[in-house]
């Protein structure tokens, strides 16, 4: 059984930063790629950066230049540096991951970031 662990969330003043953390564990043989993803109330669950396997990373428009995702594979770890952070990056961030040889796709159980103006 394999469990995706959120930390790191919280509110914070408007250019501020948070750093998140998330940690797989259980049967796990490999994972590809990571990932964060965000809920803001009232709107559908968003992309927000992925990083592969080998370190390749992609961001969404809106976080570019301000986010910085990082894996350490040796903890089945995902991390997102969040730096300058606007009132609109309020949400439930959820970590995601493709593990084992399908690349079936794990989910965590969120965590609340909130930025006040």
């Known amino acids: 059984q394999v469990q995706l662990v959120e930390s790191g969330g919280g509110l914070v003043q408007a250019g501020g930063s948070l750093r998140l953390s998330c940690a797989a564990s259980g049967s796990i043989f490999s994972i590809t790629n990571m990932g964060w993803y965000r809920q803001a109330p009232g709107k559908q669950r968003e992309f927000v950066a992925r990083?592969?396997?080998?370190?390749?990373?992609y961001y969404a428009d809106s976080v570019k230049g301000r986010f910085t995702i990082s894996r350490d594979n040796a903890k089945n770890t995902v991390y997102l540096q969040m730096n300058s952070l606007k009132p609109e990056d309020t949400a439930v961030y959820y970590c995601?991951?493709?593990?084992?040889?399908?690349?079936?796709?794990?989910w965590g159980q969120g965590t609340q970031v909130t930025v006040s103006s």
């Open positions: 990083i592969s396997s080998g370190a390749s990373t």
């Open positions: 995601n991951a493709d593990i084992g040889v399908l690349n079936q796709g794990y």
